[in-house]
T-cell receptor, first 113, second 113 residues
Framework: DAGVTQSPTHLIKTRGQHVTLRCSPISGHKSVSWYQQVLGQGPQFIFQ???????GRGNFPDRFSARQFPNYSSELNVNALLLGDSALYLCASSPRAGGDEQYFGPGTRLTVT | GENVEQHPSTLSVQEGDSAVIKCTYS??????FPWYKQELGKGPQLIID?????GEKKDQRIAVTLNKTAKHFSLHITETQPEDSAVYFC????????????FGKGTHLIIQP
């Protein structure tokens, strides 16, 4: 079975621009979570979606938004990019809501210049 | 929300020896504790997890122990091999109504040949 897939792999943007990152969960999984991982740190929770409903939000500004589609894939959008948004953005899928059994994709490396 | 502390930040062991990584958590309501392994350029990989109704879980060379009273849990790797070299993260439910995970800062495990 295919694991979690994310696109694009790498992305370079300029300050002030907008970015959209995409994630496809493991087949049969209905929950998608997004995390930001800065170099040398653990992943930080941004959002979780289950059955297209937001199930929690971490301590991130409103510039970050997400949505989940009927096929359970998800998009993370970040507006008005700042240099500090440079990070690895990870998507994790799970068969159920909550923190249990989250399986991560390879991530999207975002660089803001 | 949950706070997870992880020690040590770097651990160097001889091949064949055992490695132990320790984490503490703050929310006594937390009931699920996963461990992830992250290799360079990849997303975190779930390697073992434990729920609060058991004190220990083993899977071949890895084991996790949980002490609910002291609010700490540990990862034990026996007979370490070169392929065990990676960054290891512990995590716990984010809490505060957010259905995600809070991660520790990671332990860089180095296996010396």
């Amino acid at each position: 079975d295919a694991g979690v897939t994310q696109s694009p792999t790498h992305l370079i943007k300029t300050r002030g621009q907008h970015v959209t990152l995409r994630c496809s969960p493991i087949s049969g999984h209905k929950s998608v979570s997004w995390y930001q991982q800065v170099l040398g740190q653990g992943p930080q929770f941004i959002f979780q979606y289950y059955e297209k409903e937001e199930r929690g939000r971490g301590n991130f500004p409103d510039r970050f938004s997400a949505r989940q589609f009927p096929n359970y894939s998800s998009e993370l959008n970040v507006n008005a990019l700042l240099l500090g948004d440079s990070a690895l953005y990870l998507c994790a899928s799970s068969p159920r809501a909550g923190g249990d059994e989250q399986y991560f994709g390879p991530g999207t490396r975002l660089t803001v210049t | 929300g949950e706070n997870v502390e992880q020690h040590p930040s770097t651990l160097s062991v001889q091949e064949g020896d055992s490695a132990v990584i320790k984490c503490t958590y703050s929310d006594s309501a937390s009931n699920y504790f996963p461990w992830y392994k992250q290799e360079l350029g990849k997303g975190p990989q779930l390697i073992i997890d434990i729920r609060s109704n058991v004190g220990e879980k083993k899977d071949q060379r890895i084991a996790v122990t949980l002490n609910k009273t002291a609010k700490h849990f540990s990862l034990h790797i026996t007979e370490t091999q070169p392929e065990d070299s990676a960054v290891y993260f512990c995590a716990a439910p984010a809490g505060g109504g957010a259905d995600g995970l809070t991660f520790g800062k990671g332990t860089h495990l180095i296996i010396q040949p």
